[in-house]
């Protein structure tokens, strides 16, 4: 059964502009350091980093909470991709505690860009 769905559309360019802006640290802040290095590896990796923060907006709309309480954006983390180009978004701290809470047993994560926009979709499934 599923249980939430989340999705999230990002402006790639604002996203790219409020980076450059804020630096390492704001990325710092968002994505774990494999993030960061994958997405920097990739041929436009503004793009990357701005569908991985899509990727965790959607899941905390999927929630149902937005980001709230002991939270943290580093609690949510896009692993790369396996060999079919499907990724998987991995969850801990209070943003595990709350999808358990709620009886998610899997979250499915489908992003998708272009050079303008990022989007992203989680499924939550009981």
Do not use: N
Request: hydrophobic share 50%; with cysteine; glycine share 8%.
């Amino acid at each position: 059964m599923i249980l939430g769905l989340g999705t999230d559309l990002v402006d790639v360019e604002r996203f790219r502009r409020v980076t450059e802006r804020h630096g390492d640290g704001f990325l710092e802040r968002l994505f774990s350091p494999a993030e960061i290095a994958a997405c920097r590896k990739m041929r436009r990796p503004a793009e990357q980093l701005a569908a991985r923060f899509a990727a965790r907006e959607a899941l905390l709309k999927a929630l149902g909470t937005g980001l709230v309480g002991p939270m943290s954006w580093r609690d949510i983390e896009v692993l790369p991709a396996d060999a079919h180009g499907v990724y998987t978004v991995e969850v801990r701290g209070a943003v595990r505690a709350e999808a358990e809470r709620l009886g998610a047993s899997r979250l499915l994560l489908a992003m998708t860009t272009t050079r303008e926009v990022a989007a992203a979709t989680v499924v939550m499934i009981e």
